[in-house]
């Protein structure tokens, strides 16, 4: 496996200090809304073999540095493992799972060896796209990746899959062959506060009651005024944790992408099952850095447990982290960033974006889910 990271500005467009590497087979890329269409193309161009994935983002991650104003991109060449790309279009949320199922079929294979998906971020249920996937290629193919971004503006997101970037776009890489490794981990960092309180009307994403009492009248009690009027993007700074009563060690995290204030309801990035447990939460930065280290870690441990001996040639380490957590932590944000290279191999490339959703295996089940307001990591590499 041989990589090359790439950084794009307007002054100089696309360079690449390691070599352009252009036999490469997968080429990733994550920057900012307004600049990805051009730069898309002209990835296209250098890389004539490659499928070219990529989405918009709220930042730009690349070894320890977050950049607004720059995109990033990554050209792997591997050995011995074959690259697979679908991609499906959304109407509704309503056809997130149907959409999941569709790029599932299309990957499924007795040799794949995981999944990576890039999706819409404001038009779908990330918890149903999830579902759809597993349901056609089983629950235990390794599936991560993210929801595109639009920085805190909340208003279109673009993913492009071998085509210019569009809206409403899915993208599913699979992975297939025998050398092939890959590990996932993700992590919060958040502390909870306030009463719990049970969803007592809810609708797919959209959550109506609490403890039958109008959502959103709760939620903006607790933010204040100022904040209150902010929504949806002051939320991103206060998520909210829920769980199933029935499995209360199996905790997710959502946040909110916009609210109804006649109906006074908020919709979520995923599913807000009636009946389950919530419970407001609020970062700390020495905790947000911390959960991003464990993140790194347990991508690096289970990609230890599926390997015997030696790796072929370098590795790369996708991290996909939260716009919440970015805009929380501001300019200590390089905080996280750093606290997740110090776990992987420093010989690795290190790129990534920030996110209105992460997909990633639970720690607890090991089945992939939508998380919001985490680090996640995934790492490739090759088996000798």
């Known amino acids: 496996m041989q990589v090359a990271k790439l950084f794009w500005n307007e002054a100089t467009g696309w360079a690449a200090p390691s070599g352009t590497l ?9 920057g900012g809304r307004e600049l990805l269409a051009e730069a898309a193309q002209q990835l296209g161009r250098m890389f004539p073999r490659a499928r070219i994935v990529g989405c918009s983002t709220g930042g730009q991650i690349l070894g320890d540095d977050v950049s607004d104003d720059t995109l ?13 790309l679908a991609h499906a279009s959304l109407g509704e ?16 294979g007795n040799d794949l060896a995981g999944i990576f998906v890039l999706s819409d971020g404001l038009h779908v249920n990330g918890s149903e796209l999830v579902a759809g996937i597993a349901d056609a290629v089983g629950p235990h193919v390794p599936l991560s990746g993210g929801l595109a971004g639009d920085g805190a ?30 590990g996932t981990g993700s992590a919060g960092g958040w502390d909870v506060f306030g009463p719990r309180r049970k969803v007592t009307r809810s609708s797919g994403t959209v959550l109506f009651e609490l403890d039958g009492k109008p959502a959103l009248d709760l939620y903006e009690r607790y933010l204040g ?6 929504l949806p993007g002051s939320a991103l700074l206060f998520p909210l944790q829920i769980f199933d009563p029935q499995r209360p060690d ?4 959502r946040t909110i992408l916009g609210v109804d204030r006649e109906a006074r309801s908020m919709t979520f990035a995923g599913t807000i099952p009636q009946g389950w447990v919530t419970q407001l939460m609020r970062g700390n930065f020495d905790r947000l850095a911390t959960g991003s280290g464990e993140a790194a870690r347990q991508a690096a441990a289970t990609m230890a447990a599926a390997t015997t001996g030696a790796m ?3 590795g790369v380490a996708v991290l996909v982290s939260c ?13 996280e960033v750093e606290a997740a290279g110090a776990e992987l191999d420093p010989r690795w490339a290190r790129l990534g974006f920030y996110s209105y959703g992460e997909l990633s295996p639970h720690a607890a089940s090991r089945r992939c889910e939508l998380h919001n307001q985490t680090m996640t990591v995934t790492t490739l590499c090759e088996a000798a």
Do not use: N, W
């Not at 252009?22 to 994550?30: N, W």
């Not at 990033?72 to 697979?84: D, H, L, S």
């Not at 949320?93 to 499924?108: F, K, P, V, Y």
């Open 22 to 30: 252009p036999e490469a087979h997968l080429v990733l890329y994550f």
């Open 72 to 84: 990033v991109a990554v050209a792997i060449r591997f050995a011995a493992t074959t690259v697979r």
């Open 93 to 108: 949320a309503a056809d997130s799972r149907i959409c999941g199922e569709t790029i599932g079929r299309a990957l499924q």
């Open 153 to 182: 503006a909340f208003g279109e997101t673009l993913v492009g899959a071998d085509c210019a970037p569009r809206s409403r776009l899915v993208a599913g890489i699979g992975f297939y062959g025998r050398s092939i490794r890959i």
């Open 225 to 230: 005024e100022d904040d209150a009027k902010a």
């Open 250 to 253: 199996h905790i997710v995290v």
């Open 312 to 314: 072929r040639g370098e």
């Open 323 to 335: 716009i919440g957590r970015r805009l929380l932590m501001g300019q200590r944000v390089a905080d």
